[in-house]
T-cell receptor, first 114, second 112 residues
């Protein structure tokens, strides 16, 4: 299967620890997005990349969050000094440009901060 | 900034019946895309249907159709002949500047 894959699918951590999520997009897609989704809510945009360039970051992305896409392929999202409010599903999506508007989503990485 | 509002948190429909989900949005842009995405329980989000704002004709994909009212900034989704596999959360989304803004979602439950 060549869909968007995310790892790990579930992560439980203690407050104050650092966590890192990985996303592997569909191979020919040059845009990659990170979203955060809390229970019963719609996804909220965090950031996106075109190739290796990070083009936009949401105000939701505090200084504790950092995202990279070093070679324009996979991406990582790191959260430092996690807080209980970081508990959420972190979704990755990819798309082609020019963009027809369809984003292809992964199954998400669920973070629980105790 | 664009906002997307879905005013129905939950909808229930009998199998084979029709259900309509509401969505309104706010934007100052004249050209944009609107979408409905489906998120089944514990599965990834997938695109259901897409509408380009400059097209007056309402989009249709098999049992799914939209009613796009640009002046009213309304974009509803109709699911006809509902099937058990349609049970999911449905999100209305607006695209501008290559990123999606989502509504809060409507949970649709199809009853056998």
């Amino acid at each position: 299967d060549t869909g968007v894959s995310q790892d790990p699918r579930h992560k439980i951590t203690k407050r104050g620890q650092n966590v890192t999520f990985r996303c592997d997009p569909i191979s020919e897609h040059n845009r990659l997005y990170w979203y955060r989704q809390t229970l019963g809510q719609g996804p909220e945009f965090l950031t996106y990349f075109q190739n290796e360039a990070q083009l936009e970051k949401s105000r939701l992305l505090s200084d504790r969050f950092s995202a990279e896409r070093p070679k324009g392929s996979f991406s990582t999202l790191e959260i430092q000094r996690t807080e209980q409010g970081d508990s959420a599903m972190y979704l990755c999506a990819s798309s082609l440009t020019p963009n027809t508007g369809e984003l292809f989503f992964g199954e998400g990485s669920r973070l629980t901060v105790l | 900034a664009q906002t997307v509002t879905q005013s129905q948190p939950e909808m229930s429909v009998q199998e084979a019946e029709t259900v309509t989900l509401s969505c309104t949005y706010d934007t100052s842009e004249s050209n944009y895309y609107l979408f409905w995405y489906k998120q089944p329980p514990s599965r990834q989000m997938i695109l259901v249907i897409r509408q380009e704002a400059y097209k007056q004709q309402n989009a249709t994909e098999n049992r799914f159709s939209v009613n796009f009212q640009k002046a009213a900034k309304s974009f509803s989704l109709k699911i006809s002949d509902s099937q058990l596999g349609d049970t999911a959360m449905y999100f209305c989304a607006f695209m501008n500047d290559y990123k999606l803004s989502f509504g809060a979602g409507t949970t649709v439950t199809v009853r056998a």
